[in-house]
């Protein structure tokens, strides 16, 4: 499943300036007898509080009552609230920001992963055989080895093919996603179990890759995944999670049947996530709606519908207008027909659903901005808050289309990290340099532009794609990449919290430290504004969710 979790981890932002005739003001305007205040459980001070809220972004207090934030400014103003019970938290100058929301992240997907084989930063192929070998020796005869995170950028480039672990493999079908979810490679034993031979045919959306003479290498990609996913025994699947183009739909509905619904029974969860189910089961989702509201509690939301335009990048699979230069005659794939995803998205949408469509490449985007504006007129307006998740390569006047059409561009910053070296490779410089992850561009056009991860596709902290977005340096470079593009820290803080509310309709409750709001808040590590602003740097001292301590 493929959904957007609400991490509630907050960040102190310090300055020493409030708006205290504002804020006395706002008293006098506002006045009550002191004896019909509600009292406060928690009052927050001596720090600097950046809001995320328009009407006062920086203070130095905050109260806080049964999980809601009362009131934020000066500590007098605030402290009027203190009664006999009230705990006072002392932050000593640091930095607090409203928690922050990771607006896209597989976060079954990236649990489970993380008990299967593990790839991620594997850089050589001695290293990647030697970590099946070994799984291979404590797999049981017939059993399925699944694993992933392989990248094979990170050793030059060269994919890697099932002769490389068939020996080590003969008895064990294997699967093994790449990072991104949109390509896979299968060992010989479960091509054969999958039915895949030189005259098999490229399902739509998807390729088998070959060699020259035709014989599959073992690598599939986007929908042709299904073809060995299909193959998985149901009791070994249920731990693939996820929803990725070769992931059965129901297995959604199963991670929220198995593991939310069940969370919810037994009042565990601990954080706060918004659902997106794939696009195919709206109606699905649309009765569950009719029935529940739109949310279970305050713990589980439900978001909206999803489904894929094109592939990725490293798989050579996002939908370009030009080929790639790796391989001229591949313009990548438009993984669903448009025409399908056109009458799913107009049902979709006239249900009341949110839309949120995966598109990378700056063709697949194009196509969805069209396909949202003939949707927008067929139904008729109203707030839909579209989304385009990734967005990550646009071609000229694009990214200006957002702000116009009032789509919301889901974008993840560390992907830059690791696709500056291949953007280039791939896409040659002038194209990579005038098209990818066009941040400023967004933000200048209007966009809501709303920032997450893509856990576990990239690394799941929200200050480090902070630092990501307002540096711009990808690994092992000592310069900025396409410095133009580069936003200031308010800009990306307000990309992860308010704007990444607003992306999944939940504004009212969350995204700023503002009264009435959820207490959802982080402590930084730093007490320096001023220093943050321009080095970017921090690292999470606590986290707070409606107002309880929940980290450390």
Known sequence: MNFYILLSASVVLVLAIVSLPLLNLNYFLNWQSPSSYPVADLIVRNGVLYTSDESLPFADSMAVRKGRILRVGNYSFVQELAGDVTEELDVGGKIVVPGFIDSHVHLIYGGLQMMQVGLRGVNNKDEFVRIIKEAARSAKQGSWILGGGWNNDAWGGDLPVASWIDDITPFNPVWLSRMDGHM??????????????????????????????????????????????????????????????????DLSWADFSEVYQWAHSLEIMKIRVCLFFPMETWSLLSDLINKMGHSMNQWIYFGGVKAFADGSLGSNSALFYEPYVDEPDNYGLQVTELEVLLNMTLASDLSGLQVAIHAIGDRANDLMLDMYQTVASTNGMRDRRF??????????????????????????????????????????????VKESYLFGSLLAGNALLAFGSDWPVADINPLRAIKTAVKRIPHAWDHTWIPSECITVDDALKSFTISAARACFLDNDLGSLSPGKLADFVILSVNSWENFATEASASVEATYVSGVQAYP
Do not use: C
Not at 195 to 214: F, H
Not at 407 to 423: F, N, T, W
């Open 387 to 432: 989304r385009i998740e990734h967005a990550q390569h646009l071609a000229s006047g694009t990214a200006v289309r957002f702000g116009n059409q009032g789509v919301v561009a889901s974008v993840q910053p560390d992907h830059l990290l690791d696709d500056a070296d291949s953007a280039i490779r791939k896409l040659g410089m002038d194209r990579a």
């Open 184 to 249: 896979g490679l299968a060992n010989s034993l479960a091509l054969k179990l999958a039915g895949i031979t030189n005259s098999s045919e490229d399902p739509k959306g998807g390729t088998i890759m070959r060699t020259t003479n035709g014989e599959p290498t073992g690598l599939l990609i986007d929908s042709a995944m299904e073809l060995v996913v299909s193959q998985i025994p149901e009791n070994t699947l249920s731990t693939w999670g996820g929803y990725f183009p070769a992931v059965p739909a």
